[in-house]
């Protein structure tokens, strides 16, 4: 059971009861929560030198300041739109969707192919998944980038993975969620 306490149409407060198995006892547990509609991240690797990935430089109003992110962006314009994908149980078939796209509209490429590497729940108390894809297949749009109104992107670069490593240790890359994602994958792909 959920009941929605506030909804700001891309933010919605929950109060919810669950029944968790637990050490084999069902528990009914009660909790407060909040949900956001879901992101994607794509994990672009150069086709030249799979030891680099590209990273767009992109303003951030949150950190005030530019940030290397991995592209991506926001599956669902509306919290209303998640919700009713939710309730027809096709969210995934958005997401999948989504990844081209904002590829497309942030760094000009045109997705080819699209491989999920992880998704990435927010946490305790928090519904806000990420969607990371790797992507191998694409080719440049003679169109370029289609940014959104009140989107930043200062161009890409390509960076290898020891470069990607130092700048999450400077704290260049700022996305922490995509910091993990990045380190593991760097770990288990260097030098293969």
Known sequence: MEKSVFNNGF???????EEHTINNQKKLIKRKMVRRPPGVRALILNKNDNQK?????E????????????????????????????ARNDVQKYVDESV????????????KSQK?????????????????????????????????ENEFVEGYVWKSFDEIIKMCIEQ????ERTVGVLLSYILEHKNN
């Open 11 to 17: 933010l919605e407060f929950l109060e919810t009861e």
């Open 59 to 86: 303003f951030r109003y949150e950190l005030d300041k530019w940030d290397y992110r991995l592209p991506g962006g926001k599956v669902f314009d509306t919290l209303g739109l998640y919700k009713e994908a939710i």
């Open 172 to 175: 260049k890359i700022n996305e």
């Open 116 to 148: 999920l590497l992880k998704i990435s729940h927010d946490g305790a108390g928090v519904i806000w998944d990420l969607f990371y894809y790797e992507i191998k297949d694409y080719e440049e749009s003679l169109d370029g980038a289609h940014l959104e």
């Open 53 to 57: 990935i590209l990273l767009s430089k």
């Open 100 to 111: 081209a796209k904002e590829v497309l509209e942030e760094v000009g490429l045109i997705v």
